[in-house]
């Protein structure tokens, strides 16, 4: 999940939102200021609605973070590491570095966040009944409640038992640990999520065709989101499968073409660009270091007047997590956002480029892997 917002930073990990938590926090601040409020106390202005819901909508989002910070506080206890943690408009994102290793870390990372959402509802349920006892606003004490219910929601939610939510990272826990098999637990989990994904778009549609309630569209979209993800689980399994025991050197480039940065972009189209077999180009500065990568479609983008200018003005920037070593697990590259859409990592050996692996190769890794799989000789097979 890209961030188009960076916020911060907490512990060290990038905190961000992609652009579509405005979207949320907009619809927030509109349910809150139009239904909840005036519920509770009918007789104020709109302009005082609004001024107690924008902060309701923040506190919901600062929520969410909560939610994504128990994740990743675990996911550091457990040895893993945290890319970054996102907040877009269905909730928020931890990216780890690797997977548990243990049933048990499974567990306890899946479990934080429903956790720390339901002990966020309680407090803020008891922050309500305090500010009502003190004599508080009845729409402040409403924020509060409909906030502390949002939470619990939100935790009741994520425990339903299927990819990718927090209940099916919890089933495959489950599942791996009563039968020492990570694979069958995600492969329950990814199914569950398919299944459960299809039931709520199916009665969103039901509810918007026979209801006549707008409302269906968010099961239909909340539907489809875990169909897609959990199909994108089930892929992402089958590479971690069939990267196990690869390294890069056995994936690699090797040797790729490279885009020096102070050249011309007009020179090197018609030199390099045009004639080349690859798609992409590790861009290399004067110490023979990459610093960024440029595109086939990016080249073929800019306008004639841009030939004159240097590769390293029209590259994209390398971030340092793109580049990996020879002998780096191939395992490290999965679940990583394709830089332009092709390169997953520049290897780079004693300071220089020697090779670079893009989606492409990942592709073939898994269809390479498939293919032995189906030409691997049953165990109940007669063998000559």
Request: net charge neutral.
């Amino acid at each position: 999940m890209k961030q188009s917002l960076q916020l911060g930073r907490i512990a060290g990990i990038p905190v961000g939102a992609n652009w579509s938590v405005l979207v949320v926090l907009v619809l927030i601040a509109d349910i809150v200021a139009r239904n909840v409020l005036p519920r509770a106390d009918a007789g104020l202005s709109t302009s005082v609605y609004w001024a107690i819901a924008i902060p309701t909508a923040v506190l919901f989002l600062a929520s969410l973070l909560a939610h994504e910070g128990a994740h990743a506080a675990i996911a550091l206890r457990k040895g893993l590491g945290v890319r970054s943690i996102t907040l877009w408009m269905l909730g928020g994102v931890a990216q780890l570095d690797g997977e548990p290793q243990t049933a048990r870390a499974d567990f306890a990372v899946a479990a934080a966040g429903p956790a720390t959402s339901l002990a966020m509802g309680v407090a803020l349920f008891a922050a309500a009944e305090a500010a009502a006892a003190l004599g508080a606003p009845a729409v402040i004490v409403a924020a509060l409640a409909w906030t502390g219910a949002t939470n619990v929601f939100l935790a009741v939610f994520n425990l339903l038992p299927g990819a990718p939510l927090d209940g099916g990272r919890i089933l495959r826990a489950l599942v791996w640990m009563r039968c020492g098999d990570r694979a069958r637990g995600d492969r329950v989990a990814t199914g569950a999520g398919q299944v459960m994904g299809a039931a709520l778009a199916g009665a969103g549609v039901a509810q918007l065709i026979f209801l006549g309630q707008t409302g269906g569209l968010w099961l239909m979209l909340i539907g489809w989101f875990l169909i897609w993800a959990a199909g994108s689980e089930a892929k992402a399994r089958a590479v971690r499968e069939a990267a196990v025991g690869v390294h890069v050197r056995d994936l690699m480039v090797p040797e790729p073409e490279c885009a020096p940065s102070w050249r011309q972009v007009g020179e090197f189209i018609e030199t390099v660009a045009a004639r080349s077999r690859q798609r992409v180009f590790p861009v290399t500065g004067f110490d023979g270091r990459p610093c960024g990568a440029v595109t086939l479609e990016r080249l073929s983008r800019l306008p004639p007047g841009r030939a004159g200018d240097r590769v390293e003005s029209v590259a994209l920037a390398l971030p340092p997590d793109y580049v990996a070593g020879p002998d780096d697990p191939v395992a490290s590259l999965v679940g990583r956002m394709p830089l332009a859409g092709a390169l997953l990592a520049v290897v780079v050996a004693d300071g220089h480029v020697v090779g670079m692996v893009t989606v492409d190769d990942l592709g073939r890794l898994i269809q390479q892997s498939m293919l032995r799989a189906r030409s691997a000789p049953s165990p109940t097979s007669p063998v000559d």
